[in-house]
């Protein structure tokens, strides 16, 4: 396992659109996160699954935006009727454990462009 | 609510200078403190981490001590060379036990030779 992937990398859509981004984590991490990073800031906390429960989201996650783990395993996040503000990059991460402290690892991201 | 407040940057240094990086947290509880570092075109990479006060993270010889009564995490090395260039994010996770990750906003670390 080489960490965790995100797909696409890259993604311009037209405002209006919808996107779907893929995450898939470290196969033996029961924790997926989701953020979103704008220029110039950390990235902001949107929402958590434990297994396939989607256990926590954040305000910031509009009802335009929807996530997903079936399974327990990789995980979706859709934008629907992109705006232009959506412009940011999406990052993923998983982490194994229930200790404080554990490590999340983080995928390189999608860099999604509302034009 | 839990924030992390981490210096302006850029900070601009020359090969091997000493650094500091700034990071003040308000938390309730007992967050676990972290940083994180962001190299040109790769994901965030956990450096170093320290779970309760006065706890001492250390890595690639980057250190942070975990202090409550100033309620901060400052990141310091003895002496940076070009290949730490990169963005140094500062984060806590509240004692929740979500593991959600609060993030400063980044501070950028050019070191020239």
């Known amino acids: 396992d080489t960490g965790v992937s995100q797909d696409p990398r890259h993604k311009i859509t037209k405002r209006g659109q919808n996107v779907t981004f893929r995450c898939d984590p470290i196969s033996e991490h029961n924790r997926l996160y989701w953020y979103r990073q704008t220029l110039g800031q950390g990235p902001e906390f949107l929402t958590y699954?434990?297994?396939?429960?989607?256990?926590?989201k954040s305000r910031l996650l509009s009802d335009r935006f929807s996530a997903e783990r079936p399974k327990g395993s990789f995980s979706t996040l859709e934008i629907q009727r992109t705006e232009q503000g959506d412009s940011a990059m999406y990052l993923c991460?998983?982490?194994?454990?229930?200790?404080?402290?554990?490590?999340?690892?983080f995928g390189q991201g999608t860099r999604l462009t509302v034009v | 609510g839990n924030s992390v407040t981490q210096m302006e940057g850029p900070v601009t240094l020359s090969e091997e200078a000493f650094l500091t990086i700034n990071c003040t947290y308000t938390a309730t509880g007992y967050p676990s403190l972290f940083w994180y570092v962001q190299y040109p075109g790769e994901g965030l990479q956990l450096l170093l981490k320290?779970?309760?006060?006065?706890d001492k993270g250390s890595n690639k010889g980057f250190e942070a001590t975990y202090r409550k009564e100033t309620t901060s995490f400052h990141l310091e090395k003895g002496s940076v060379q070009v290949s730490d260039s990169a963005v140094y994010f500062c984060?806590?996770?509240?004692?929740?036990?979500?593991?959600?990750?609060?993030f400063g906003q980044g501070t950028t670390l050019q070191v020239k030779p």
């Open positions: 991460a998983s982490s194994g454990g229930i200790r404080e402290g554990t490590e999340a690892f």
């Open positions: 320290a779970t309760k006060a006065d």
């Open positions: 699954f434990q297994n396939e429960a989607q256990l926590e």
């Open positions: 984060a806590l996770t509240a004692s929740s036990n979500t593991g959600k990750l609060i």
